[in-house]
């Protein structure tokens, strides 16, 4: 599985991005999907995954202005980001797992983009 991350930039506080996602390879024996983020000197965050069980987890710092979503005949996973905040900084990792076990833990996937960064500016 390949999955390629693109879409941040630098952007205002307050304003938007919609980082994109877009998957190769045996996609469709992924069961979790989703995206994680890394500032600087912290570890790796859950930002929004999903599962092909029906479950949807967003990171506590994120719920309501984030969303995530799919389009399945594209193989593209999207993060809708509104209202950013400078803590909202970081390089954004989509990923990939086929165990839904451990969805929210960073280490439970085998398969990431390179990464885009996402600056927000104050």
């Known amino acids: 599985v390949q999955l390629q991350a693109f879409g941040g930039g630098t952007v205002q506080a307050g304003g938007s991005l919609r980082l994109n996602c877009t998957a190769s390879?045996?996609?469709?024996?992924?069961?979790?999907l989703g995206w994680y983020r890394q500032a600087p000197g912290n570890q790796r965050e859950l930002v929004a995954v999903?599962?092909?069980?029906?479950?949807?987890r967003y990171g506590d710092s994120v719920k309501g202005r984030f969303t995530i979503s799919r389009d399945n005949a594209a193989n593209t996973v999207y993060l809708q980001m509104n209202s950013l905040r400078p803590e909202d900084t970081a390089v954004y990792y989509c990923?990939?797992?086929?165990?839904?076990?451990?969805?929210?833990?960073?280490?439970?996937?085998?398969?990431w983009g390179q990464g885009t960064l996402v600056t927000v500016s104050s």
């Open positions: 390879g045996k996609i469709w024996d992924m069961n979790v």
């Open positions: 990923a990939a797992s086929v165990r839904e076990l451990g969805l929210t833990t960073a280490t439970s996937y085998p398969y």
């Open positions: 999903f599962s092909r069980g029906g479950s949807t």
